[in-house]
């Protein structure tokens, strides 16, 4: 519904939340539901693997020359 444009008053009215702070985790929460639905199954768990040792990746990724960023 918040994707849609659905003021968040509105969405706390009928997901029956008292306050914005709970109702706002739900909303993310649901957000990254939806992304991780949209996301191709090897990407999904490559960016798994990475997140489980993210100092390793970035020192693995450093020892072959991988770059970050656009440039």
Known sequence: MFVDGV?????????????LS???RYVQ???ALMLSAE?????????????ADVIGSL???QEHGV????G
């Not at 996301?39 to 997140?51: E, G, K, N």
């Open 29 to 31: 929460a649901g957000r």
């Open 22 to 24: 709970s109702c706002r």
């Open 67 to 70: 770059q970050g960023g656009s």
């Open 7 to 19: 003021p968040i008053e509105r969405i706390m009215i009928l997901g029956r939340w008292a306050s």
């Open 39 to 51: 996301t191709p199954v090897a990407i999904a768990r490559a960016a798994t693997d990475l997140a």
């Open 59 to 61: 020192a693995l990724a």
